[in-house]
DNA sequence: CCAGACGTTGTT
DNA sequence: GTCTGG
DNA sequence: CCAGACGTTGTT
DNA sequence: GTCTGG
């Protein structure tokens, strides 16, 4: 899962909670869709410092001749991110942490569909498991593409939706993020569900459907209008 | 051996 | 139904 | 993830 | 590049 999240924090509180060197200037974002550009903190080269970089949400792993958009690698399942050969060079030597502070996920079938949006409860800013490629081809500006992992719920996210983004614990962003780190059998179980106990989940409007719609209220509790009365007539 | 795919999600 | 675009 | 398009030819 | 399918 995982395909719409919120980063609305000062680029300070970035910063800070991150280990960055420098406050990066980003706009807060209500309603971040595949395919945009999104703030990723790596360390390139090996041996750097963390830094954070804008890459599209959408990997393309380098072997591909084009980007393809039918293929459009959003997220990774952590359960076989060794075996596929996509996310698998990604796994080995290209991690990074994707920061937010919300994420959306869609609860119930086709019709009744509705979005919940879930955060912390100290309203921290937290790291999605991530992975990315360099640019394949010459596309001007373009820095890199990256996945988010996804992993089991955890017990708040189970009645909502039966994937979930995996969320590093902060002790373990230095062990995810060293490019030189190749014990994957040590880094694999760092992507396990979040606890549950950290987050809070409610239902937001239907207006984040429309990843063209990026306004605040997006991110407030919503309450759904009442199920119009059926028609006499008909049961349903 | 070569050819062709390489992914996740949700839905039926 | 399926693909593309944000 | 959801929303919205989904096509070609010839003519202006 | 590497894996799967024929």
Redesign the pocket.
């Known amino acids: 899962?995982?395909?719409?999240y919120t980063l609305t924090l000062p680029g300070e509180i970035l910063a800070e909670v991150f280990g960055l060197d420098e406050a990066p200037e980003l706009a807060p974002r209500y309603n971040i869709?595949?395919?945009?550009d999104v703030a990723a903190v790596r360390r390139v080269p090996a041996g750097a410092p963390r830094s954070l970089s804008m890459l599209r949400w959408?990997l393309v792993?380098?072997?591909?001749r084009e980007p393809?958009?039918?293929?459009?690698?959003?997220?990774?399942?952590a359960?076989?991110?060794q075996?596929?050969?996509?996310?698998?060079?990604a796994f080995e030597r290209r991690r990074c942490l994707i920061p937010a502070d919300g994420f959306?996920?869609?609860k119930?079938?086709?019709r009744n569909?509705e979005?919940w949006l879930i955060k912390r409860d100290d309203g921290r800013p937290f790291a999605f498991a991530g992975l990315w490629e360099p640019p394949v081809g010459r596309e001007p500006g373009l820095v890199g593409t990256c996945?988010i992992v996804?992993t089991d719920p955890n017990e708040l996210m189970r009645p909502i939706?039966?994937?979930m983004p995996a969320i590093l614990a902060e002790p373990d962003w230095n062990a995810w993020l060293d490019p030189d780190n190749r014990r994957l059998s040590a880094l694999r179980p760092l992507l396990k569900p979040a606890p549950a106990e950290d987050y809070v989940a409610f239902p937001v409007s239907?207006a984040?459907?429309?990843?063209?719609v990026e306004t605040p209220d997006l991110i407030l509790p919503y309450t759904p209008p009442p199920p119009r009365q059926p028609r006499l007539g008909f049961d349903s």
Not at 1 to 4: A, E, H, K, L, V
Not at 68 to 77: H, K, Q
Not at 83 to 89: H, I, L, Y
Request: overall charge positive; some cysteine; proline content about 10%.
């Open positions: 899962m995982c395909g719409r869709a595949p395919t945009q959408g792993p380098q072997w591909q393809r958009g039918s293929t459009l690698l959003i997220n990774a399942r359960e076989s991110l075996d596929k050969p996509a996310f698998r060079e959306y996920e869609w119930g079938a086709s569909r979005p996945a996804t939706h039966d994937r239907p984040v459907n429309n990843a063209g």
